[in-house]
Protein backbone atom coordinates (compact mmCIF):
# COMPACT_ATOMS: atom_id res chain seq x y z
CA UNK A 1 0.00 0.00 0.00
CA UNK A 2 1.70 3.51 -1.05
CA UNK A 3 1.42 6.11 1.64
CA UNK A 4 2.31 9.79 0.49
CA UNK A 5 2.40 12.53 2.02
CA UNK A 6 3.89 16.31 1.77
CA UNK A 7 6.42 17.43 4.37
CA UNK A 8 8.76 20.66 4.98
CA UNK A 9 12.45 20.02 5.25
CA UNK A 10 14.81 21.57 5.87
CA UNK A 11 18.48 20.75 4.07
CA UNK A 12 21.96 22.10 5.42
CA UNK A 13 24.69 21.18 2.74
CA UNK A 14 28.29 21.88 4.28
CA UNK A 15 31.35 21.75 1.30
CA UNK A 16 34.81 22.38 1.12
CA UNK A 17 37.61 21.28 -0.95
CA UNK A 18 39.86 18.25 -0.22
CA UNK A 19 43.28 18.90 -1.72
CA UNK A 20 44.40 16.48 -4.92
CA UNK A 21 47.15 14.79 -2.68
CA UNK A 22 44.50 13.30 -0.80
CA UNK A 23 42.87 11.17 -4.13
CA UNK A 24 46.68 10.14 -4.64
CA UNK A 25 46.53 7.43 -1.44
CA UNK A 26 42.77 7.19 -1.98
CA UNK A 27 41.55 3.60 -1.28
CA UNK A 28 38.28 1.81 -0.64
CA UNK A 29 39.56 0.93 2.17
CA UNK A 30 37.06 2.06 6.01
CA UNK A 31 40.12 4.15 6.47
CA UNK A 32 39.21 8.00 7.91
CA UNK A 33 40.57 11.49 6.80
CA UNK A 34 43.17 12.66 9.10
CA UNK A 35 43.97 16.09 9.84
CA UNK A 36 42.13 19.37 10.63
CA UNK A 37 38.98 20.29 8.38
CA UNK A 38 37.67 23.33 7.99
CA UNK A 39 34.10 24.78 6.28
CA UNK A 40 33.99 27.64 4.91
CA UNK A 41 30.98 29.51 5.61
CA UNK A 42 30.60 30.58 1.97
CA UNK A 43 29.92 26.80 0.73
CA UNK A 44 27.40 26.40 2.74
CA UNK A 45 23.92 25.94 2.20
CA UNK A 46 20.67 26.42 4.24
CA UNK A 47 17.54 25.41 2.72
CA UNK A 48 13.86 25.34 3.92
CA UNK A 49 11.59 23.61 1.10
CA UNK A 50 8.56 21.98 0.55
CA UNK A 51 8.73 18.44 -1.22
CA UNK A 52 6.92 14.90 -0.71
CA UNK A 53 7.70 11.72 1.49
CA UNK A 54 6.66 8.46 -0.12
CA UNK A 55 6.62 4.86 1.46
CA UNK A 56 5.44 2.25 -1.43
CA UNK A 57 6.39 -1.32 -0.95
CA UNK A 58 9.30 -0.98 1.91
CA UNK A 59 10.66 1.74 -0.89
CA UNK A 60 10.97 4.93 1.14
CA UNK A 61 11.33 8.11 -1.38
CA UNK A 62 11.97 12.28 -0.41
CA UNK A 63 11.23 14.66 -3.34
CA UNK A 64 11.80 18.15 -3.64
CA UNK A 65 12.30 20.77 -6.13
CA UNK A 66 15.75 22.27 -6.11
CA UNK A 67 16.50 26.66 -6.14
CA UNK A 68 18.70 29.13 -7.41
CA UNK A 69 20.13 28.52 -4.25
CA UNK A 70 21.63 25.45 -4.76
CA UNK A 71 22.32 26.34 -8.14
CA UNK A 72 20.29 23.46 -9.73
CA UNK A 73 17.14 25.45 -10.53
CA UNK A 74 14.57 23.75 -12.81
CA UNK A 75 16.16 20.37 -11.12
CA UNK A 76 14.59 17.92 -9.29
CA UNK A 77 16.02 15.59 -6.09
CA UNK A 78 14.34 12.31 -5.12
CA UNK A 79 16.37 10.88 -2.00
CA UNK A 80 15.11 7.06 -1.81
CA UNK A 81 16.32 3.87 0.52
CA UNK A 82 14.92 0.39 0.82
CA UNK A 83 13.36 -0.26 4.64
CA UNK A 84 15.14 -3.23 5.09
CA UNK A 85 18.51 -1.55 4.66
CA UNK A 86 18.30 2.50 5.12
CA UNK A 87 22.33 2.61 5.05
CA UNK A 88 22.40 2.33 0.97
CA UNK A 89 20.76 5.93 -0.04
CA UNK A 90 20.56 6.44 -3.89
CA UNK A 91 19.72 10.72 -4.92
CA UNK A 92 18.77 10.97 -8.43
CA UNK A 93 18.42 14.43 -9.92
CA UNK A 94 16.35 14.95 -13.07
CA UNK A 95 15.99 18.09 -14.71
CA UNK A 96 18.76 21.24 -16.12
CA UNK A 97 21.61 18.67 -14.20
CA UNK A 98 21.22 14.74 -14.45
CA UNK A 99 22.67 12.22 -11.92
CA UNK A 100 21.93 9.35 -9.60
CA UNK A 101 24.35 9.35 -6.53
CA UNK A 102 24.82 6.32 -4.36
CA UNK A 103 26.29 6.54 -1.12
CA UNK A 104 27.04 3.27 1.36
CA UNK A 105 29.15 4.13 4.24
CA UNK A 106 32.91 2.66 2.69
CA UNK A 107 32.41 2.20 -0.22
CA UNK A 108 33.01 4.19 -3.30
CA UNK A 109 30.57 4.29 -6.25
CA UNK A 110 31.05 5.81 -9.94
CA UNK A 111 28.50 8.07 -11.40
CA UNK A 112 28.00 9.73 -14.80
CA UNK A 113 26.84 13.75 -14.08
CA UNK A 114 24.50 15.08 -16.91
CA UNK A 115 25.49 19.11 -17.28
CA UNK A 116 23.86 21.21 -20.44
CA UNK A 117 27.56 21.83 -21.35
CA UNK A 118 28.36 18.03 -21.42
CA UNK A 119 28.51 14.30 -19.48
CA UNK A 120 31.32 13.72 -16.54
CA UNK A 121 32.37 10.96 -14.49
CA UNK A 122 31.97 11.41 -10.97
CA UNK A 123 33.68 9.03 -7.98
CA UNK A 124 31.33 9.55 -4.73
CA UNK A 125 32.89 7.63 -1.57
CA UNK A 126 30.95 7.88 1.31
CA UNK A 127 32.27 8.06 4.64
CA UNK A 128 29.27 8.06 6.91
CA UNK A 129 25.33 7.27 6.41
CA UNK A 130 23.27 8.03 9.13
CA UNK A 131 19.45 7.27 7.89
CA UNK A 132 16.96 7.95 10.71
CA UNK A 133 14.24 9.44 8.54
CA UNK A 134 11.78 6.59 9.67
CA UNK A 135 12.64 7.17 13.19
CA UNK A 136 13.94 10.78 13.85
CA UNK A 137 13.03 12.23 10.55
CA UNK A 138 16.86 12.97 9.86
CA UNK A 139 19.35 11.62 7.18
CA UNK A 140 23.10 12.60 7.43
CA UNK A 141 25.63 11.79 5.00
CA UNK A 142 29.42 12.57 4.99
CA UNK A 143 30.56 12.16 1.47
CA UNK A 144 33.64 12.79 -1.15
CA UNK A 145 32.37 13.65 -4.62
CA UNK A 146 36.05 13.76 -7.02
CA UNK A 147 35.52 14.98 -10.55
CA UNK A 148 37.94 12.89 -12.51
CA UNK A 149 41.22 14.67 -12.16
CA UNK A 150 39.66 18.10 -11.97
CA UNK A 151 38.62 18.57 -8.06
CA UNK A 152 37.54 16.80 -5.14
CA UNK A 153 35.06 18.32 -2.58
CA UNK A 154 33.78 16.94 0.90
CA UNK A 155 30.22 17.39 1.99
CA UNK A 156 28.29 16.78 5.07
CA UNK A 157 24.62 17.23 4.12
CA UNK A 158 21.88 16.75 6.48
CA UNK A 159 18.13 16.37 5.71
CA UNK A 160 15.56 16.92 8.37
CA UNK A 161 11.82 16.46 7.99
CA UNK A 162 10.31 19.51 9.96
Known amino acids: MEQSKAIRMKI ?7 EEAFFS ?5 DEEIEGEQSFDEEDNIELYTEG ?4 SD ?7 EETELTGMEGSETVVSFSVSDPGLVSMYR ?5 TTLVFERGKRHHC ?3 TPIMPFEIGVRTYAVDNRILTEGTLFLDYVVEIRGAKAERTHFT ?4
Open 94 to 98: SGSVS
Open 25 to 29: SFSDT
Open 12 to 18: LSCRYDV
Open 58 to 64: GCVTLSY
Open 112 to 114: IYQ
Open 52 to 55: TMTV
Open 159 to 162: LRIL
